[in-house]
T-cell receptor, first 113, second 110 residues
Framework: NAGVTQTPKFQVLKTGQSMTLQCAQD?????MSWYRQDPGMGLRLIHY???????DQGEVPNGYNVSRSTTEDFPLRLLSAAPSQTSVYFC????????????FGSGTRLTVV | LAKTTQPISMDSYEGQEVNITCSHN???????ITWYQQFPSQGPRFIIQ?????VTNEVASLFIPADRKSSTLSLPRVSLSDTAVYYC???????????WGAGTKLIIKP
């Protein structure tokens, strides 16, 4: 019972590089989302998905793309990394929109130099 | 979206009961109140959720007065392992875009 799995756990990028943060869940959850957390702050929603093939923007979507081809996977793509994207990224899932009992992954700590 | 206000930090001692209060003056009729716990270098963990009066589970209790403009998370007999940041969130069950504040940093001392 893995829950929500995020890879990699740590990543250093150079400005302008692109990369994909992976998120997978094995709970058959319909709802998945990506957040970023900066030091001393709460989480900010980047993108979310209510099911395969459906995605929408959150509070801070600029510079990020997502897709949801399967129920299990929800990758986050950084198109051209910038130092302002240095943060910890969390993926979360929930079985439906009827509760906010999200299950979070352990996070990816990204540094852009 | 209802904004929440929590104390930035709190201290307590092992074995004590800790109450963390969250203010949400603009809570809407359809909004629920949810609390999460976050340890360093980990993702948040769901603790408890409620709409009104009192909710209790194996980890905590949530007290919500009749006007629902505030709520109190109660942690009974805390231990050092309860040192964490606690977040209060308020939102409509059909609205995915919850607003996360900075939370309350709870430090438990021996």
């Amino acid at each position: 019972n893995a829950g929500v799995t995020q890879t990699p756990k740590f990543q250093v990028l150079k400005t302008g590089q692109s990369m994909t943060l992976q998120c997978a869940q094995d709970m058959n959850h319909e709802y998945m989302s990506w957040y970023r957390q900066d030091p001393g702050m709460g989480l900010r929603l980047i993108h979310y998905s209510v099911g395969a093939g459906i995605t929408d923007q959150g509070e801070v979507p600029n510079g990020y793309n997502v897709s949801r081809s399967t129920t299990e996977d929800f990758p986050l793509r950084l198109l051209s990394a910038a130092p302002s994207q240095t943060s910890v990224y969390f993926c979360a899932s929930s079985y439906s929109n009827k509760n906010y009992g999200y299950t979070f992954g352990s996070g990816t700590r990204l540094t852009v130099v | 979206l209802a904004k929440t206000t929590q104390p930035i930090s709190m201290d307590s001692y092992e074995g004590q009961e800790v109450n963390i209060t969250c203010s949400h003056n603009n809570i809407a009729t359809n909004d629920y109140i949810t609390w999460y716990q976050q340890f360093p270098s980990q993702g948040p963990r769901f603790i408890i959720q409620g709409y009104k009066t009192k909710v209790t589970n194996e980890v905590a209790s949530l007290f919500i007065p009749a006007d629902r403009k505030s709520s109190t998370l109660s942690l009974p007999r805390v231990s050092l392992s309860d040192t964490a940041v606690y977040y209060c969130l308020v939102g409509d069950m059909g609205n995915y875009q919850l607003i996360w504040g900075a939370g309350t940093k709870l430090i438990i001392k021996p």
